[in-house]
């Protein structure tokens, strides 16, 4: 059995800022056929990718005129030696432009891609990289997990349609789910559970769990928790989730302090409950906003932005959901509409 990375190696990677996680090829295809009506005559920009290595490059300029696109635009932080696996040692970066095939071979070829020279690192926070991303109009890459709240924050700044790739930890985070419940910002297509292999650069520590090493020398990680964040819409989203179980006290309990029922399980959520119910934060794997209304968080009721929510006989620690005294996990708190 491979070993999978927790989220405790995830979090030292992100201290220790080896978080730089390279997207299989076939995780991409895979998701990007959910899409394809998004891209015709746009720009796309991959601002966090080695643009020369890169698996988001390969699939956008092999696939560009399939997809109609007008332009593919790609940037790397601190690289711009094609032998270099990231290791963002140049202080000098540079951007590929392609606009799709001239000489009718269906490839794009080394004459066809124009390479330009960044005057600074080619961070996506830095001014000639925001100007790229102004140019765009839909962003698709795997950005630093490290950085993940900053990059999000940055699409919604400046109005931009994305599909990237985060731990669907990042729900927790206030910024984010408050983009989920205001549906700007939903999970993607092709991942629902799970882990998913990423590369990692050479440097990558072999001992750090869940590392392979293939007979190329080419190194992979597996993490757990992966999914596309996306504003792109696609119809599978507005599939109802077929409810079947009914409402019962032994089954659903009713949290201690909040007026909701637990609902342990997505499938088990029950069909003959109007109430707020408590599920798990992977319920927005199947969300369908046409079906469900997302009522908050558990940090919302801690911070007292769900007053309608609470007991207000409950005189405990008000952190999570409680049953029968017990601390539960982690819950969003949703209703039927």
């Known amino acids: 059995m491979k070993n999978k990375t927790s989220n405790k ?4 990677a992100r201290a220790n800022k080896k978080d730089e996680f390279y997207t299989q090829l076939s995780d991409i295809e895979k998701e990007l056929k959910y899409y394809k009506e998004h891209f015709k005559n746009k720009i796309v920009y991959c601002n966090c990718d080695d643009p020369r290595v890169s698996n988001f490059f390969h699939y956008f300029s092999y696939n560009f005129e399939k997809l109609e696109l007008k332009k593919l635009i790609t940037t790397c ?39 330009n ?43 931009k349609k994305f599909l990237i790739i985060g731990n ?31 590369g990692v650069p050479s440097y990558y520590p072999l001992n750090a769990a869940g590392v392979r090493v293939d007979e ?14 996306t504003n792109l819409d696609y119809k599978e989203r507005h599939e109802n989730l077929i409810l079947y179980k009914k409402n019962n006290p032994k089954d659903y309990p009713k949290f201690d302090n909040y007026d909701a029922i637990n609902v342990d399980k997505t499938s088990d959520i029950p069909m003959d409950y109007e109430g707020a119910m408590g599920v798990p934060i992977t319920f927005l794997d199947k969300y369908n ?13 801690k911070e ?15 952190d999570r959901g409680y ?3 017990k601390r539960m996990y982690a819950r969003l708190l949703i209703k039927r509409k």
């Open 289 to 301: 906003p046409e079906q469900f209304e997302i009522i908050g968080a558990d940090y919302e009721v």
């Open 117 to 159: 020279y960044l005057d600074g690192d080619g961070d996506f926070r830095s001014k000639e990289c925001i100007e790229l991303l102004k140019q765009a109009d839909i962003v698709v890459t795997n950005p630093p997990f490290s950085l993940f709240r900053e990059y999000v924050a940055q699409l919604i700044e400046y109005d």
């Open 216 to 229: 190329k020398g080419n190194k992979f990680i597996r993490v757990k928790g992966v999914r596309w964040f």
């Open 323 to 325: 049953i029968n005294g």
């Open 77 to 115: 932080y601190k690289n711009n030696d094609m032998d270099l696996f990231s290791q963002n040692s140049s202080e000098r970066a540079i951007y590929l432009e392609y606009t799709g095939d001239k000489n009718n071979n269906n490839i794009p070829d080394k004459e066809e891609i124009e390479i």
């Open 9 to 12: 190696d995830l979090s030292k």
């Open 304 to 318: 007292g932005l769900l007053p309608e929510i609470i007991n207000p006989k409950w005189k405990v620690k008000l």
């Open 168 to 198: 669907i930890n990042a729900i927790s985070y206030k910024e984010i789910f408050k983009l989920f419940k205001e549906n700007k910002i939903w999970l993607g297509a092709s991942i629902h559970s799970g882990d998913r292999e990423f």
